[in-house]
Each structure stands twice: as C-alpha cells, then as structure tokens.
T-cell receptor, first 114, second 114 residues
Framework: ETGVTQTPRHLVMGMTNKKSLKCEQHLGHNAMYWYKQSAKKPLELMFVYNFKEQTENNSVPSRFSPECPNSSHLFLHLHTLQPEDSALYLC?????????????FGPGTRLTVL | AQSVTQPDIHITVSEGASLELRCNYSYGATPYLFWYVQSPGQGLQLLLKYFSGDTLVQGIKGFEAEFKRSQSSFNLRKPSVHWSDAAEYFCAVVKDFGNEKLTFGTGTRLTIIP
C-alpha cells in the first residue's frame, strides 16, 4: 500500500463510451501525475499537476482530459478512445516537483478499449 | 535527448543465485538515476536512486546499484535472489534540476526458478 489508490482497477469500454479514471493520494503531496504503460514500451508521462495546476501535457490527444479538483484527487476523463489506447494507466504523486522527492505510484487501471 | 536502455527484456535466475540487471543511459553530464520495481498487479516502487557521491548505492530489499560514468551504466545487483523478487524492473533517469521528468527504460522482467 503506497498511499495512492486508483479506481477502477479494470475497465473495458467501447470506442463511443465515456468513462473516468480516479486517483486519490493520502500522502499530503502537492504534485500528481498520469502515466501510460503499454506492453514493451517505456512508461509515457501524460500529465503533471502541481498544486492543482497543470504544468505538463506531453502532447496527449484531446480524447484524454485530466482534471485535478484538489491536491489529493486526480481524474482522467476518457471519450472516443481507440483500441491502441488500451494500456495500464498509472497515477503517481510526489511531495513536490523537485527530483529528490520520491514518486509514489498507484496500482494502476487496466484499460481495454474494444 | 536523454534515453535509457535496458538491453535484457527477460532474465531467469535460480533462487539463491546472484543477479545483475543492466541499464545504460545516453547523456553527456551525470544524470540522476533510479531503479524501480513493479510486482504483478502493483504500481512502481522505488528501489534506490543515485544523485551524486558514492557511486555504489544501497537500496531496499537487499538491492544495490553502481554508477559507472565511463560505461554510462547504472546496473542493479543483488547477491542472492528470493522468489519474491520476481517482478519487472525499470531503470529511469532525470536529466537535471531544470527538468525533473523521469524517462524510463522498457523494463526487464525477472523470473525466479526454484
């Protein structure tokens, strides 16, 4: 248990569905991250939030829409996804953006797009 | 741009044997280096990190890693593996304090046989 929880753990959706992934951290951190983990590819950073403000969008398609209502919660809203978006989506949090702060990862949401 | 190479996709080791997982980076200066472990169904957990100083760093779970500037390597080692070490291992780098984003390698899957 890292203090970062993600729901749901598994999600199957059609290309026309709209769904949301939720991440919650109980560590009092200020920075939160979304990563995409695909088979045989390195982890890809998607979004970074610091004190609820987005500081990084790593050229992510607009069918992925993040939301950070407060420093403890992070959402990823999904719509009109493609089969190639099937992956494990990992959330992470960090006390601050500085490199010496450890990132703590949640267990991920396994997403399958049919 | 900096990159991280983990040349071994899959390694199989007998329980009790020693382990070395390879990681090479491409960057002119000294990056900040990390090793993470991902057990099945879990997020990533930090094993150890190197920022500066002693080039041999100790981590959790009995792991250590050695930074070798001349070889641009940061290999992970453990003298005697346990069945519970079966997991996927990721090397990661951060370029410098001005860019705290983690760049991950593709990972090495470790299988332990009795």
């Amino acid at each position: 248990e890292t203090g970062v929880t993600q729901t749901p753990r598994h999600l199957v959706m059609g290309m026309t569905n709209k769904k949301s992934l939720k991440c919650e951290q109980h560590l009092g951190h200020n920075a939160m991250y979304w990563y995409k983990q695909s088979a045989k590819k390195p982890l890809e950073l998607m979004f970074v939030y610091n004190f609820k403000e987005q500081t990084e969008n790593n050229s992510v398609p607009s069918r992925f829409s993040p939301e950070c209502p407060n420093s403890s919660h992070l959402f990823l809203h999904l719509h009109t996804l493609q089969p190639e978006d099937s992956a494990l989506y990992l959330c992470a949090s960090r006390a601050g953006l500085a490199v010496y702060n450890e990132q703590f990862f949640g267990p991920g949401t396994r997403l399958t797009v049919l | 741009a900096q990159s991280v190479t983990q040349p071994d996709i899959h390694i199989t080791v007998s329980e009790g044997a020693s382990l070395e997982l390879r990681c090479n980076y491409s960057y002119g200066a000294t990056p900040y280096l990390f090793w993470y472990v991902q057990s099945p169904g879990q997020g990533l957990q930090l094993l150890l990190k190197y920022f500066s100083g002693d080039t041999l760093v100790q981590g959790i779970k009995g792991f250590e890693a050695e930074f070798k500037r001349s070889q641009s390597s940061f290999n992970l080692r453990k003298p005697s593996v346990h069945w519970s070490d079966a997991a996927e291992y990721f090397c990661a780098v951060v370029k410098d304090f001005g860019n705290e984003k983690l760049t991950f390698g593709t990972g090495t899957r470790l299988t332990i046989i009795p």
